[in-house]
């Protein structure tokens, strides 16, 4: 799946089917509902899973929270803004989801 194909589908009200929980908790991000997409993201025990997790904290606001994600997922924060980071974490995720 694309990156635009990804987008598009945030108009309906449930993910595609088959996406890896990282993806889903990004998709639900996408929409809106952040609540829902760190409940995904908490329980994905991987680095991609701390990446998602640390977007969503410093989302939040909370950049002491997130920058223990960024660590964990052996990543920097970011100094972009938010909707740069959503789209890179996105389309690395379909890249990796794809191989």
């Known amino acids: 799946m694309t990156f635009a194909a990804f987008k598009e589908t945030l108009k309906n009200d449930q993910p595609p089917a088959g996406l890896r929980p990282v993806l889903e908790a990004m998709w639900w991000d996408g929409k809106g509902d952040w609540d829902r997409s760190h409940d995904i993201a908490q329980e994905v025990h991987s680095a991609e899973g701390s990446w998602v997790h640390a977007y969503l904290h410093r989302k939040e606001g909370d950049r002491g929270n997130a920058a223990y994600w960024y660590a964990r997922a052996g990543k920097s924060m970011p100094g972009g803004s ?15 989801n794809a191989g």
Do not use: D, G, H, Y
């Open 82 to 96: 938010l909707e740069a980071e959503w789209e890179q974490v996105v389309t690395v995720l379909l890249r990796e």
